[in-house]
């Protein structure tokens, strides 16, 4: 069965500090992994996803994500947090039924503290 | 370019009240989605539609039901509100392939008493 782990369930960053939001997945075949950041009240926002090729992923907001195959991991990471980053985090998969959904891990909410 | 947008955005229910949740698009998507968010527990799927005209079941569609007569919009129905039905609902849109993301709508909260 396909799944993704989120295994903290809050992270704590100084403005400045660099920041990593952790991620597994369990994926039979090729994964298809996507980041995305939800503010409060408001609809999730894709943020960058893997499909292929390199393993350093870059998106929007200065994010980027490295793939680790032999980790099944997909974290996401930034080299300096703003306190405009506190926000819900889902890493998720993409599966290969049901049309295609997203399977989504339990998020991770990232406080970034001035 | 609206992307996804979702009516109504707030709705309180009684118990055994119906209601229809709107979803719309305007990127000429083929595939929508709907999904609820409850704490802790991420996004789960409710239903699926993978062209107009066509509907399935998600991981958890007892309760609701679906309908897709055009491209662009996406009805998701409640029969019979229960109390377990209160949660955030999202809907979401993505062109076929599995390597392309989906946009999703800014969500609709209910609560049902």
């Known amino acids: 069965a396909q799944s993704v782990a989120q295994p903290e369930d809050q992270v704590n960053v100084a403005e400045g500090n660099p920041l990593t939001v952790k991620c597994t997945y369990s994926v039979s075949g090729n994964p298809y992994l996507f980041w995305y950041v939800q503010y409060p009240n408001r609809g999730l926002q894709f943020l960058l996803k893997y499909i292929t090729g390199d393993n350093l992923v870059k998106g929007s907001y200065g994010f980027e994500a490295e793939f680790n195959k032999s980790q099944t991991s997909f974290h996401l990471k930034k080299p300096s947090a703003l306190v405009s980053d506190s926000a819900l985090y889902f890493c998720a998969v993409r599966a290969y039924n049901q049309g295609g959904k997203l399977i989504f891990g339990q998020g991770t909410e990232l406080s970034v503290k001035p | 370019n609206a992307g996804v947008t979702q009516t109504p955005k707030f709705r309180v229910l009684k118990t055994g009240q119906s209601m229809t949740l709107l979803c719309a698009q305007d990127m000429n998507h083929e595939y929508m989605y709907w999904y609820r968010q409850d704490p802790g527990m991420g996004l789960r799927l409710i239903h699926y539609s993978v062209g107009e005209g066509t509907t399935a079941k998600g991981e958890v569609p007892d309760g609701y039901n679906v309908s897709r007569l055009k491209k662009q919009n996406f009805l998701l129905g409640l029969e019979s509100a229960a109390p377990s039905q209160t949660s955030v609902y999202f809907c979401?849109?993505?062109?076929?392939?599995?390597?392309?993301?989906?946009?999703f709508g800014p969500g609709t909260r209910l609560t049902v008493t």
């Open positions: 979401a849109s993505s062109f076929r392939t599995n390597t392309y993301e989906q946009y």
